[in-house]
């Protein structure tokens, strides 16, 4: 049907549909996240849970919850790790930095609920984030094992790169930074450098097995007959080989023994204490309000600001200058933090010479530096080149890749192109990574890269003088959009450890301030003059 206004024979459009609220389009978001997460939780699923319960054994989490301080929180890092991939969600490991006598500690814990727990490719890049994490933020590393070693199908993509795991090991010792192993079952062939190069290495009777090669493997390459207890045991390796330092009676034991261990290690924090603390004045509830389900609709990261820094106070530096980044100082869970908030998503020269400015303040002044990314990128055009958009946004990289301060790294919305670099990203080494459910990074978004392919595509058949299929084009936007939008998404980019976990908004504050405490496991000082060169 047709109305009075509309021309002769037209069809009337359809009114446009309204937005969708951000509540309702974060609470969904959310609510497909719990059931990823449910998937890294449910291990190798109930028949292997069972199996596992049958044989007196705790689950990789029922140890970790024991081995911390009664009350304490654990900040699981990379939880969807393999999302995605022929592997379960998870890895088949679980990671985190809790609590334990006092001390703050990344813990590794393998779940044998999964193939035994044998480790597959992302389960080792899970394990060497981890070791990353305690190597630069000087946190012990507690590992409770239960492996077969590596995931023999997979074997090529893990033997090589694998012996880093116990590189890293040694490396923490020899940096004064202790190494705890926990052998809850077997920990065979190259597992068996795990509790081998760790400072400290609790095993328990008629549990633990640790051996180079299992019987099998033995009577194949020697002839020689043997068992599991003469050849690993625990008992043989607390009074024969002396690979046990510690006996333990039970799994329930040998947590005890570990907290002990460490409550031994006479850690000193030199990265400073927290002064006191208010909390914001606007209710963390209200996160889930800010950013629109569309992207390109903008919000005031101001907002979110308010709603995680103590007493919602926030001191802007150049609030006049380069608008489209928000910059200014706060304190978070009594810690004094520098903030970098992408406001109207695009990065022009202003907010790339404002940013570089501020990081070398926040490095002249020892400050961590927190970056809220949500940003298309630096500006195109004749106009943005002209005026130097290459060099000014080389500026700021340049002032990120150089600063010696902790990042911390929070994706908002947006993180697209070059501005995933400025803002901190994953290949410039932040302390830790998060993002939001309403996150998305790529190169560019999904239609200016199916649009630009398009564009050169026609201009390819224009010069060969072909007509152009446009129904074949259409088809070709249309998949290319699809498949950057699946890329772009937070659960893809987490189960490839581009990120450090997505987390729930209204969590934001905590787990930045668990990151906070946990950086100032080291010193924190910023570089005087270590900057590349500026070009002005």
């Known amino acids: 049907m047709t109305t009075e206004t509309d021309?002769?024979?037209?069809?009337?459009?359809?009114?446009?549909?309204?937005?969708?609220?951000?509540?309702?389009?974060?609470?969904?978001?959310?609510?497909?996240?719990?059931?990823?997460?449910?998937?890294?939780?449910?291990?190798?699923?109930?028949?292997?849970?069972?199996?596992?319960?049958?044989?007196?054994?705790?689950?990789?989490?029922?140890?970790?919850?024991?081995?911390?301080?009664?009350?304490?929180p654990f900040l699981e890092l990379s939880p969807l790790a393999a999302w995605g991939s022929d592997y379960p969600v998870g890895a088949s490991l679980v990671t985190g930095i809790g609590v334990v006598s006092g001390v703050e500690c990344v813990i590794s814990a393998n779940d044998p609920t999964v193939r035994g727990g044998a480790s597959n490719p992302w389960t080792l890049k899970k394990a060497l984030r981890a070791g990353e994490i305690a190597y630069t933020n000087r946190l012990p590393l507690i590992s409770l094992v239960e492996s077969g070693g590596a995931d023999l199908p997979s074997q090529k993509e893990i033997f090589v790169p694998g012996g880093a795991l116990f590189r890293d090991l040694t490396r923490l010792s020899a940096a004064g930074i202790p190494t705890v192993a926990v052998v809850f079952g077997n920990s065979t062939a190259g597992g068996a450098y795990v509790p081998g190069t760790s400072d400290h290495t609790v095993m328990i009777r008629e549990r633990s097995k640790v051996f180079l090669g299992g019987p099998p493997l033995v009577k194949m390459a020697t002839g020689e007959e043997s068992d599991d207890e003469s050849l690993g045991g625990a008992a043989m390796h607390a009074r024969t080989s002396g690979l046990a330092d510690h006996f333990a009676e039970d799994e329930q034991d040998a947590l005890r023994?570990?907290?002990?261990?460490?409550?031994?290690?006479?850690?000193?924090?030199?990265?400073?204490?927290?002064?006191?603390?208010?909390?914001?004045?606007?209710?963390?509830?209200?996160?889930?309000?800010?950013?629109?389900?569309?992207?390109?609709?903008?919000f005031d990261p101001r907002e979110v600001v308010v709603r995680i820094v103590d007493g919602s106070v926030f001191d802007e530096f150049k609030p006049l200058y380069g608008p489209s980044l928000v910059t200014g100082w706060a304190e978070l869970h009594g810690y004094p933090v520098g903030v970098l908030a992408n406001a109207q998503g695009v990065l022009f020269s202003a907010e790339s010479q404002k940013a570089a400015q501020f990081i070398q303040l926040a490095n002249q002044r020892d400050i961590p530096l927190v970056f809220l990314h949500n940003t298309t990128g630096y500006m195109v055009g004749t106009?943005?080149?002209?005026?130097?958009?290459?060099?000014?946004?080389?500026?700021?990289?340049?002032?990120?890749?150089?600063?010696?301060?902790?990042?911390?790294?929070?994706?908002?919305?947006?993180?697209?192109?070059?501005?995933?670099?400025?803002?901190?990203?994953?290949?410039?080494?932040?302390?830790?990574?998060?993002?939001?459910?309403?996150?998305?990074?790529?190169?560019?978004?999904?239609?200016?890269?199916?649009?630009?392919?398009?564009?050169?595509?026609?201009?390819?058949?224009?010069?060969?003088?072909?007509?152009?299929?446009?129904?074949?084009?259409?088809?070709?936007?249309?998949?290319?959009?699809?498949?950057?939008?699946?890329?772009?998404?937070?659960?893809?980019?987490?189960?490839?450890?581009?990120?450090?976990?997505?987390?729930d908004p209204r969590d934001t504050r905590t787990v930045l301030g668990l990151c906070l405490s946990a950086v100032h496991n080291a010193p924190v000082r910023g570089v005087r003059g270590g900057f590349g060169v500026f070009r002005m």
Request: proline share 10%.
């Open 257 to 298: 023994q570990a907290r002990r261990i460490v409550a031994r290690f006479n850690h000193r924090k030199p990265g400073g204490d927290p002064g006191p603390a208010a909390p914001p004045a606007y209710d963390a509830e209200e996160l889930l309000d800010i950013v629109p389900a569309d992207l390109r609709t903008p």
């Open 383 to 503: 106009e943005y080149e002209q005026g130097g958009i290459i060099k000014h946004g080389a500026m700021m990289i340049n002032a990120v890749a150089n600063s010696t301060v902790p990042h911390l790294s929070v994706l908002l919305g947006a993180s697209y192109g070059a501005g995933h670099y400025g803002m901190c990203g994953r290949a410039y080494d932040p302390r830790f990574l998060f993002s939001w459910p309403s996150a998305k990074s790529a190169v560019m978004g999904p239609q200016q890269l199916a649009g630009v392919l398009s564009i050169v595509a026609r201009a390819a058949a224009q010069a060969r003088g072909q007509a152009y299929d446009e129904e074949g084009d259409a088809a070709l936007r249309a998949a290319v959009e699809a498949q950057i939008e699946a890329e772009s998404l937070p659960v893809f980019l987490s189960g490839r450890l581009y990120d450090d976990g997505v987390i």
């Open 7 to 72: 021309p002769p024979g037209t069809t009337p459009h359809e009114p446009p549909a309204p937005p969708v609220p951000p509540r309702g389009a974060m609470l969904d978001k959310l609510a497909e996240l719990a059931a990823e997460h449910g998937k890294a939780l449910a291990g190798g699923g109930e028949r292997y849970v069972e199996r596992h319960r049958r044989r007196g054994k705790l689950l990789a989490r029922e140890r970790v919850e024991l081995l911390l301080d009664p009350d304490t």
